[in-house]
């Protein structure tokens, strides 16, 4: 303490920041109900002041079985985000709805986003770049499916029966599709595209629906093929962002940018009415899952859902910047 015994261990260090000693007497070790087979916890063991002095505990996202020790295999109810410049996975599992990164390079400007069920891969389509990019949902093994004739692919959906992909682009104005693996590409609709945005699938009942927010905006239907085009709806339209398809109830959700609703008709185009007029700055990212709408709003900066019965509207993230296309499975 006096400091008579000093010596130099080692110079020429720029801007050290830290030190720590090791040493057996300062880390003795203590048996803990976490020293043998972790606890029985199959992942985190966690020291507690109090009886049975430890918990097991579950990677963000992922909740504890009724045994108290064993996690999930993942998330069961999970949101897929695509920001400006990364991709996000949100578990709804828990109360706490915290965002975890997916580790993918070289993002510039991703806008729409889906997943596939199957084989547990996600899909985005990139702006800046114009590509069309798939990874694991950890962000593992990104690849670029489609890099050539692509302007402003804003719109992506994934056919999870018969493993194709389809996509809007605003820039050339067609509706395209691929097998998964990129191969096989097809122009389906090239004609009367002003603006084509979002596109969802019916694959069990061969449909698609996708928005166009033109001149003229509607929201129309057509065979997977694209034979048998409809225009479903044409009239006090502005922005038609996100689409959301409930198969089940046979209807389809939309929010709309210009007015600041949110409305429904049933697949046929017959009944519309209106869920949302509140506080709705700038819907983008749209998706549906259960009984709630999710969707993302670049003013607020927020992901926000709504019951689709009740109409009871919840926030589930706030203050985030650059959000752009929602999926939720």
């Known amino acids: 303490h006096s400091g008579d015994k000093s010596r130099e261990i080692l110079g020429g260090i720029y801007s050290p920041m830290d030190i720590q000693v090791l040493e057996l007497y300062r880390q003795p070790y203590i048996q803990t109900p976490c020293s043998e087979n972790n606890g029985g916890c199959s992942h985190l063991c966690l020291l507690s002041p109090v009886q049975p002095f430890y918990s097991c505990a579950c990677p963000t996202g992922v909740q504890l079985k009724a045994d108290r020790k064993t996690c999930k295999p993942g998330a069961e109810e999970v949101l897929l985000l695509a920001r400006r410049t990364d991709l996000r996975r949100i578990s709804l599992d828990l109360p706490d709805f915290t965002d975890i990164l997916l580790e993918v390079n070289d993002i510039r400007h991703a806008i729409a986003i889906d997943y596939d069920p199957v084989e547990g ?3 985005w389509t990139d702006d800046e770049v114009q590509a069309i990019r798939r990874s694991h949902i950890d962000g593992r093994n990104a690849v ?22 389809y996509w809007t682009d605003t820039g050339t104005d067609r509706i395209e599709v691929t097998r998964l693996n990129g191969t096989s590409r097809k122009i389906l609709i090239s004609e009367n595209l002003d603006e084509p945005r979002a596109i969802v699938l019916d694959p069990v009942n061969g449909y698609m629906y996708w928005t166009d927010w033109g001149e003229h905006p509607k929201i129309e239907r057509a065979n997977l093929d694209g ?15 996100g ?25 046929n185009g017959s009944n519309r009415q209106t869920l949302l007029e509140d506080k709705l700055h700038h819907i983008f990212g749209f998706t549906l899952l259960g009984d709630y709408i999710y969707w993302t709003d670049w003013q607020r900066r927020s992901i926000e859902r709504v019951h689709k019965t009740t109409a009871v509207r919840e926030i589930i993230i706030d203050q985030l910047p650059d959000l752009m296309g929602l999926k939720a499975t």
């Open 227 to 241: 034979t048998d085009r409809v225009v479903l709806l044409n009239t006090s339209l502005g922005w038609p962002n």
């Open 121 to 123: 891969l996600v899909y």
């Open 144 to 165: 670029v499916l489609v890099s050539t004739e692509l302007k402003h692919p804003d719109g992506i959906a994934v056919d999870w029966v018969a493993r194709n992909l």
């Open 243 to 267: 689409l959301a398809l409930d198969n089940a109830a046979g209807k389809l959700y939309w929010g709309d940018a210009k007015t600041d609703k949110i409305e429904v008709i049933s697949v």
